[in-house]
């Protein structure tokens, strides 16, 4: 009788890790370099500016401020947030290279224990093989000297692992990598085919849902929309609130019922803003507070500011804790056509598709304002069709999304023989705002800063959508930032808007 | 010009020392994308690679081309502002005058244009045999 023991394969060990992990010291040296890059930045820029500073005694005349303040406002937003990436970056780095020591003991037994594993005779034998090979005088190799499956089992067990383990280290630092730069591009393909398909299945709906949605794109996994109105338009909207909305906070309405109260909370009530008459005469205020914009100084803006019932007033102070998560906005003046853009999230606190269909008939069913549903068939409903387009462009792997792709899209739909560089740069110009209000913190302040010295046109001020009367007046108010002044207070409040009460990334810009 | 006040001697001279200073930040971008393609090379991972590439060529890059150039558009503008001041036509009235100084430099705060290809100064870093080369 023969004994042919059981063959056991080996184990490659680079299936479940590499053979050798990255040079730490050299991550370490090159990372620091990176920091050391932004450290240069700042540096540099103090330094220039201080110089810059010294034309101070030198010059004065009419509107002086700009001139003395040109560095500044031209580079301060986009050298913070550059600064700001270094570091993290280079700090992501670092945190890999301390994980990857802390792993580098296990990955060291793992290979030891592959290679251990690997030299040991290749066959099992059972206790049946190996009585039979002592009755014909056969010596085989102990059971110790030999592999099994259960030795084999255990060790890729050890392997998966390890492996798990170290991908974790990597994804870390990925995404470590990833939150660090203010465009947010995504680095391998979060949107994989299934979530595009997703988007553009969820697009038809609430299309109809929105009426006035021209534009649907996934931010981080929620329904995004653009619509835009002008003066007459805001002025419905202070009035009324959303279109609709006002059935929110009426008990015998569906909507009113259907709505839990968490929800209808963050909707704000038109007639509890104080003075049930502000909004009358909205048009005049707005054709005034339109005119007012092309001004600059305090003086307009605490006149605005005084305008504004208590009400209104509480909740711009009020909001930063009420405004929630649900809608958030961004709005921007066109001034080419005197509209107004605003970019919508609608942010369910659940990733997408996350409406329930009855609530989206429902809302169908309310026939939202008509007249934005020659949106459609406008720039915006033109730029709808070619973000199909970017998501493809997303679909194929290159990922650019966000700012990033509004900014393309648009350079696409303008002209869909752009070359790719030219896509890509308006992508860039367009994170290049946006991105840095992602970035958070002070930065926006500046980015306002900067925008409001920049002549006029371009102002994109992140402004947290709270639905109706506010969502109206911080729009103008974003406007108001093209004049001057005002720009670093609404940046500042938007700050303060976003560090307290958004917890999300808010994305979405769409140029003046 | 009522109101108006230049000292263009002393103006030029803060204005070109602040250009001085700032031109060190000329090719900077290069300098970011050999550390950042040494870094990723160190940690020889392909993710953490691509990552970073992404970072420099949609961010890091044009942010540091960008801001370069704003400050240099920033010290261009204002020495506009001077030639202006200085150099318009005798006949211009005040108020011609003041609007093309206020035109200049408003003219110097709008955004630049970016492409991939531009650069503040020097040449991309060349790729290191067996590393990541963005």
């Known amino acids: 009788m023969s004994i042919t023991g059981t063959y056991i394969l080996g184990v490659t060990f680079t299936d479940y890790l590499p053979a050798e992990l990255g040079d730490t010291g050299s991550m370490d040296t090159h990372a620091q370099a990176l920091q050391d890059h932004g450290k240069t930045l700042t540096d540099t820029w103090s330094d220039a500016r201080s110089a810059y500073n010294g034309v101070k005694p030198h010059v004065d005349f009419p509107g002086v401020e700009d001139f003395e303040l040109a560095f500044e406002n031209n580079t301060q937003a986009t050298k913070e947030t550059l600064a700001e990436g270094l570091e993290r970056i280079g700090q992501a780095v670092k945190d890999f290279s301390s994980a990857v020591s802390g792993f580098s003991s296990q990955h060291a037994n793992l290979k030891s224990a592959t290679e251990a594993f690997n030299d040991l005779h290749p066959y099992y034998y059972s206790e049946y093989d190996r009585t039979v090979a002592a009755e014909q005088g056969i010596v085989l190799p102990t059971a110790s000297e030999c592999r099994s499956s259960g030795k084999r089992s255990d060790l890729t067990r050890s392997l998966r692992h390890g492996k798990d383990r170290y991908q974790g280290i990597i994804d870390d630092c990925v995404r470590a990598i990833k939150d660090s730069s203010p465009a947010s591009m995504p680095v391998d393909k979060p949107f994989a085919l299934e979530r595009v398909e997703a988007l553009m299945g969820a697009y038809d709906t609430t299309l109809a849902w929105v009426g006035r949605a021209a534009y649907i794109q996934d931010h981080n996994g929620r329904l995004g929309f653009l619509w835009e109105f002008d003066q007459a338009s805001v002025s419905t909207f202070v009035q009324n609130g959303v279109p609709g909305w006002t059935k929110v906070h009426d008990k015998d309405s569906w909507l009113g019922a259907v709505l839990p109260d968490r929800i209808k909370d963050r909707i704000p009530n038109v007639e509890n803003l104080g003075d049930a008459n502000f909004a009358k005469n909205l048009d005049q205020k707005y054709a005034g507070f339109l005119d007012g914009m092309q001004t600059r100084g305090k003086v307009y803006w605490a006149r605005f500011l005084d305008e504004l019932p208590p009400g209104a007033q509480d909740w711009l102070v009020s909001s930063t804790t009420r405004t929630s998560d649900f809608f958030h906005s961004n709005f921007v003046l066109n001034e080419s056509t005197g509209k107004y853009v605003a970019a919508t999230t609608l942010m369910t606190g659940k990733k997408l598709p996350s409406l329930p269909q009855s609530l989206v008939r429902k809302i169908d069913d309310l026939n939202l304002d008509d007249k934005l549903k020659a949106l459609e068939n406008s720039k915006f409903g033109n730029v709808m069709k070619h973000g199909g387009k970017a998501l493809g462009v997303a679909d194929a792997g290159l990922n650019y999304y966000g700012a990033y792709t509004e900014g393309y899209n648009e350079a696409l739909a303008d002209n869909p023989h752009a070359s790719e560089d030219e896509l890509r740069s308006e992508g860039v110009k367009t994170a290049l705002v946006e991105g840095t209000f992602e970035t958070g913190g002070s930065i926006v302040g500046g980015v306002v800063g900067r925008t409001a010295g920049a002549a006029v046109g371009q102002a994109l001020i992140p402004i947290p959508g709270v639905g109706a009367a506010i969502g109206g007046f911080v729009g103008g108010m974003a406007g108001e930032a093209v004049g001057g002044w005002a720009g670093k207070h609404v940046g500042d409040f938007a700050n303060e808007v976003r560090k307290e009460g958004l917890g999300g990334a808010i994305k979405g810009l769409f140029g003046g | ?134």
């Open chain 2, 1 to 134: 010009m009522d109101g108006y006040d230049i000292d263009k001697a002393g103006a030029r001279g803060a204005i070109a020392s602040a250009r001085s200073i700032w031109s060190g930040l000329h090719g900077l971008e290069n300098s970011i994308e050999a550390s950042g393609e040494a870094a990723a090379t160190a940690t020889q991972e392909d993710d953490i690679n691509a990552a970073m590439s992404h970072a420099f060529t949609n961010f890091l890059r044009p942010f540091t081309v960008i801001t370069v150039q704003m400050g240099d558009r920033a010290f261009d503008g204002a020495d506009n502002v001077i030639n202006i001041y200085e150099t318009a036509d005798s006949e211009m009235s005040d108020n011609a005058k003041a609007q093309g100084m206020a035109g200049a430099l408003a003219e110097s705060q709008e955004l630049t244009s970016y492409n991939g290809s531009e650069s503040t100064g020097g040449k991309r870093p060349e790729a290191v045999d067996g590393g990541y080369d963005w």
